[in-house]
């Protein structure tokens, strides 16, 4: 077995609105500790990997995601749309600022507790899944605990785990807690890439309703996606649920 692993996941956003990022510290700093313009995520524990981050000091003017194994190798995606064409959503819901979303939660009490999952859409409207998710499969999949969706879907997680479990010396108890995890999806709703922050509120999901008119409802899964105005050229949803899991 080899001793390589997925050591970090970073999500590499262009320095270029130091307003958002600004914002976007204050809302999440529950979730983990910001130094120098990178904002790194708590994990259930510290022997799980890959460690995931979110930067915002690079100098590239598209969002990358950097996915670092132990001896050092970067494997490197962009968040772009490679199919060469415009569709728009079929969905109904509308973007809101970040400071927007910040002072309704203050002035209601509702309070973020928790995070499931960071992950990426790329759109792909040809038959079968994404070439580049295609191609991180056999990139990534000997160094990680990679998993394909159980029913089928296009929707890739990469789930924390120690160095045992990943080298495949040690079983994987998947009843423990293990966030964040990492999501890869490919997608043919719409042709803006998409980046996805799946996150936990202390209420419930009736009230998050009420307090977000503006988001994409999902009532057989109970959650809100809410769409964030950003300078990226892309699109930011918080998917936002309610109290059910623990915070850890």
């Known amino acids: 077995m080899s001793d390589t692993y997925l050591d970090r996941i970073v999500v590499k956003f262009p320095s270029s609105d ?104 790329l759109p792909w409207f040809s038959s079968g899944v994404h070439p580049r998710i295609l191609q991180l499969r056999e990139e990534l999949s000997s160094y990680c605990l990679f998993n394909r969706f159980p029913s089928g879907e296009p929707w890739d997680f990469i789930i924390p785990g120690n160095r045992d479990e990943i080298a495949c010396q040690e079983a994987v108890d998947y009843t423990m807690i293990r966030r964040p995890k990492f999501e890869i999806v490919s997608f043919d709703k719409a042709s803006t890439p998409l980046l996805q922050i799946d996150i936990q509120m202390n209420t419930s999901y009736e009230i998050l309703q009420g307090l977000f008119p503006e988001a994409l409802d999902d009532p057989l899964i109970r959650n809100l996606w809410i769409y964030l105005e950003n300078p990226y050229g892309l699109d930011i949803c918080l998917v936002v649920n309610e109290l059910r899991f623990g915070a850890s």
């Open 18 to 121: 130091h307003e958002f990022y600004a914002e976007f510290t204050q809302f999440s700093n529950v979730l983990g500790e910001n130094k120098d313009d990178i904002f790194k995520l708590d994990i259930s524990k510290e022997s799980y990997y890959p460690k995931l981050s979110l930067d915002f000091r690079t100098s590239q003017s598209e969002v990358l995601i950097d996915f670092i194994l132990s001896q050092g190798e970067i494997i490197t995606v962009k968040v772009v749309n490679l199919t060469g064409e415009n569709r728009q959503s079929p969905y109904s819901y509308s973007h809101m600022k970040l400071y927007q979303l910040i002072e309704r939660l203050n002035h209601s009490g509702i309070r973020l507790v928790g995070i499931d999952h960071v992950g990426f859409n």
